[in-house]
């Protein structure tokens, strides 16, 4: 669809907030793998993969615990775009930018 139509297509890799932190760490290892795996020889990731975000009820989940995941998403080239303040607000979203480096 690509070359085409000019359209494309990329994805959004994701933890919950209600899963154990440890799960959004994997998850973020895993898609830097695979992101790596399926590279050009120049290193410009092939899977389309772009992201890394946050998902789920805030109320009992801040973003805090996920800066781990946040900061191995990123380091491997993925963009920051967790959810925030839908539900807890303005410092929800605070946190999202200050600790998990949100992009959006």
């Known amino acids: 669809a690509g070359k085409a139509w000019g359209v494309g297509v990329a994805f959004i890799a994701g ?3 209600w899963l154990p932190v440890q ?3 994997d998850t973020a290892k895993l898609v830097v793998e695979l992101r790596k ?3 050009d020889p120049d290193g ?5 993969i772009v992201a890394f975000g946050l998902q789920g009820p805030e109320e009992g989940f801040p973003p805090q ?5 946040f900061a191995i998403a990123r380091a491997g080239g993925m963009l920051a775009v967790p ?10 979203v605070a946190a999202a ?3 998990l480096g949100a992009q959006r």
């Open 15 to 17: 933890a919950e907030r």
């Open 23 to 25: 799960d959004a760490v």
């Open 37 to 39: 795996q399926h590279s």
């Open 44 to 48: 410009a990731p092939l899977a389309p």
């Open 65 to 69: 615990p996920f800066a781990e995941a």
């Open 83 to 92: 959810h925030a303040g839908e539900h807890a607000g303005a410092a929800s």
């Open 97 to 99: 930018l200050d600790v």
